[in-house]
Structure formats: C-alpha cells, structure tokens
C-alpha cells in the first residue's frame, strides 16, 4: 500500500464519520434547512493569570452572550457582557458577514471596522461552538479531513478524525461510536504561561430542537485545568431576526481596522527621549500600548504586552530610536499575562525584569517556559540579577532623564501595581487603572481608576499626561471628570 493510497482511505475514513455524525444530529438536509438560531449562553471563565495575584486563587469572570446566526443571509451578531476584575460590567459586540465585519464596543460607543482574516477568524470561532456548525465545516474543508483511529474517553469508543478549518485552525474531533454525536474537539496550542498543551471542549447535555440534537452545556479545558463553563439558557430556530439586528450603530465614532494580528508597530514622541508604543491591535476592541526611554547610556522600557513576537517587533523599533544603547530594564505596571506575555522577549534580549517582590517567582517561572512550536529561542535567566525587585519608590536617572516607580497596592484591580512617572514631562504611564477609551466616550470611573487619582495626589506627582496601557493618552482632566462623575452617580460603576 503506497502513501497516496493510505491518504485517500484515510480521508475516505474520516469523511464517512462526519456524514454518520451528522445524520446522527438530525441529518444534513435537515440541519441546512435552519435558516437562523437564536442562542443565548452564560460562561464561567477561569482567569488564569489574571486574579489578585500569582499566590491568588484563580478568579471567575462571567460572560453572558447573545448571538443571533443568520443562515439565510449569512450574517452573524454577538452581544457580550463581562465584568473584569475590580471594574465595571463591560459590553462588546461583533457582527460579520462571510467577507466583512465591525466590533463595537458598546461602553464607549465606538465601532471597529475588521479585514478579512479576522472576519474568516471570527466565523470559524463561532461556527466550532454548536457540534452541527462545527460538522458542516468540516465538510466543507473535507479535503482535509484524516481519521486518527479509535480512542476510548469516558469509558466509551470514539472515531477520532483530523481537519483544518477555515481559520487556519487544526481541529481534532472525538464522535461516540454508539451514538454518533460528538463529543469533544481538541486543538494543540503554544500559552505564554504553560507552553504547549491540548485544549478541549466537551459538548454535553444533548437535547432535540426542531428536530436537531444540541449540546445545551460545553466545557473547555487545558491539562487537568477548566478554563470555561458554558451553559446555554436558549437554543431556538428559525426566529427570523430583524436586519437592524446586524446594522452598524449609526451615531458611534469609528476606530482604525482590526483583525489584522500584527499591525506595524509605530511611535509617539511624549517628550524628550520619552517614546510611546502607540495601540497594538489584537483583533477585538482591546489595544496595548508600552512605553521606553532612551537614557543617556541605556534604554528602559515600561510594559511588555502579549507575546515575545510582539516584543520582537518593538525591540527592533527601539534599535530604530536608539540602535547604540541596550534595553537594560523592563518593568511590568503588574502581573498579568496580557501585560506581561512578552517578557521573555525582553530577558532574551540581556534585560532585567525590574519588579515587585509578590511578582518575582511568577516572571522567574514565566521566562523558563519551552515553546516549542516557535522557531525563537527560549528565554533563560543567565545572570543573578535578571530579576530585580523593589518595594515603594525607586528612581532611576542619569545626568538628562529621571523615572520614578511607585510600587502601589493591594487596590481592586491586583495586590501589586507599578506607576512609572516621568517628571519632566509630567507623565505617568499606568495600565487598568484609568481606562482611556481609544475612541469615542471614557466610561464611569471604576473603583481602581478613584484609587489610582487618590494615590497621585498622596504622592504629589504633578501629572498632566496619562499614558495608558490600553492604547491612547488621556489628560489628567479627563481622570478626575470621570472620578467627579461617578461620586455623582455611584451607581453608574
């Protein structure tokens, strides 16, 4: 048997699994004769690397969603509402068609435009969550479709079968052998916290709708970890939604394009020798900015979002700047992962990891993680002193430039936080203290953001420019209108 010959009858294999599991969900006339759904979920997200601290027991993030599919004009709409750790509640929406889409985001009224990839990414997303979405995928991509084997999971035989779906996304999906449905996907992936390591999720809770088998409960989990709980409150079809439903909101400011992934990195002078990493787009409403300082013999940078990728493409734009002077420092405002995935990036580089003292295993273990499916080297802690702690004020100056650092905390958001000040040009770089909207309307002042001005006054750092985190630079005008308005308004937190 040659390998053509092994190639097509596991392609063959794995084809007649998904016909079988879908005539087992309702049959696939069926299932294309639903002109639209109507569900709506509530989530339980675990908040790994994101609670009150790396010792902190993992917090519980809620999310409520409600999503409309329109089959029949191939249009899709979610509406999402979650409440962060020691924020507001916060609400989201994404709308796409097959070829273009938007995200709002709802608490400032602002609307981002998204490209192609990230509409392709966004439907492949959502159409992976039901089992009858996810099988007709696959049966469109049935070109990649390979057989695995059999397993057994929950004591019970499984076809295991292999694909690749629109997104790019290599999917591994379990269908029972007795009954046909199935019962869990799973996809390899490379986490900033833990390396590589398998994602599932588990559909349970088979109910009939209008003829169709659905799973009215998922859970997703990494290793021996439950990521997400997801209970779906209502599964109806064939509700015929209105169109005003997937229309873009007539009155919102408009944002730059997101969905692209790996959007150049640019610049905005603060001041003299003072650089601001200007919003990273992540493909959703969330931007991340950072900030560096070329000092007279070296270059310290404040904040390290997302990814070592992500630091790789700043690290050559401070070369731009600076391409005499090594990054001698980089300082975390706090622990969190989306604040702190490109460390390692920095560390590569010879820099030192300038912290607080509750933070200090965490980045040590951060930097030692093996990505294997990166083609970068692994970070590593050559030298004593790549982590640097300190408690209270530390002031780093040369003849020309001075940074203060105020370690801060515990407030609403995390025990530890880090203020960088920069005197000269009366600037403070901060991240989820005072969420800057990148556009439209900054909303209601969150108990961190009052904490925050509170701690600027007791400190008495003159402040005129707020650099956040998040991707715009606010005004000391702008932090304390809010903070007036929700001593006016408590409840509007």
Avoid: C
Avoid at 123 to 129: G, H, I, P, Y
Avoid at 237 to 261: C, K
Avoid at 308 to 336: D, F, G, L, Q
Avoid at 469 to 477: F, K, L, N, P
């Amino acid at each position: 048997m040659d390998a053509q010959t092994v190639t097509a009858t596991s392609q063959a294999h794995a084809r007649a699994v998904i016909e079988r599991a879908l005539d087992a969900l309702g049959g696939l006339r069926t299932l294309r004769s639903i002109e639209d759904m109507h569900v709506v979920s509530h989530a339980s997200i675990t908040e790994i690397g994101q609670s009150a601290s790396p010792a902190a027991p993992y917090d519980q993030r809620p999310l409520e969603t409600d999503a409309y599919l329109d089959f029949a004009h191939r249009r899709y709409t979610q509406r999402l509402r979650t409440e962060f750790r020691g924020s507001a509640p916060r609400g989201s929406s994404v709308t796409t068609t097959d070829r273009t889409g938007f995200a709002v985001d709802l608490r400032a009224n602002a609307v981002y435009p998204m490209d192609e990839a990230g509409v392709t990414s966004a439907n492949a997303s959502l159409l992976r969550t039901l089992p009858h979405l996810l099988l007709q995928s696959a049966l469109r991509r049935a070109g990649s479709l390979r057989s695995l084997g059999q397993a057994v999971w929950r004591g019970q035989p499984q076809e295991v079968v292999d694909f690749v779906d629109a997104d790019g996304t290599r999917l591994t999906l379990y269908v029972d052998q007795r009954t046909g449905r199935p019962s869990k996907t799973e996809t390899l992936t490379d986490a900033v916290l833990d390396g590589l390591g398998v994602t599932e999720r588990i559909f349970d809770d088979y109910r009939t709708v209008d003829g169709v088998l659905v799973p009215f409960s998922a859970t997703v989990r990494r290793g021996d970890a439950t990521l997400t709980t997801v209970t779906y409150a209502r599964i109806t079809m064939n509700e015929h939604p209105d169109s005003t439903l997937f229309a873009r909101p007539r009155d919102a400011v408009e944002g730059p394009l997101i969905g692209r992934g790996a959007s150049p990195i640019t610049l905005t002078r603060l001041g003299r020798d003072v650089y601001y990493v200007d919003a990273i787009e992540t493909g959703t409403i969330f931007f991340y900015s950072a900030m560096f300082v070329v000092f007279d013999d070296f270059v310290l940078v404040v904040e390290a979002p997302l990814s070592p990728a992500v630091s790789r493409a700043i690290i050559a734009k401070i070369h731009e700047v600076a391409p005499a002077k090594p990054i001698r420092y980089v300082i975390p405002t706090h622990y969190h992962v989306d604040h702190t995935g490109g460390i390692p990036g920095y560390v590569a580089d010879g820099a030192t990891i300038l912290t607080t003292e509750g933070n200090r295993g965490f980045f040590a273990d951060l930097v030692r993680v093996v990505h294997p499916l990166s083609t970068e080297a692994r970070a590593s802690l050559p030298r004593a002193d790549a982590i640097e702690v300190f408690a209270g004020r530390r002031v780093l100056a040369d003849a020309h430039h001075a940074v203060e650092l105020h370690a801060i905390g515990p407030i609403a958001h995390v025990d530890e936080m880090v203020l960088a000040y920069v005197p000269s040009e009366k600037l403070v770089f901060v991240s989820d203290l005072f969420l800057v909207s990148n556009r439209g309307a900054n909303g209601p002042a969150e108990p961190s953001t009052v904490t925050f001005l509170e701690t600027v006054e007791r400190l008495h750092l003159d402040v005129q420019t707020i650099a956040g985190g998040h991707g715009r630079i606010g005004t000391i005008a702008e932090l304390r209108a809010a903070v007036a308005e929700t001593k006016r308004h408590p409840e509007a937190r």
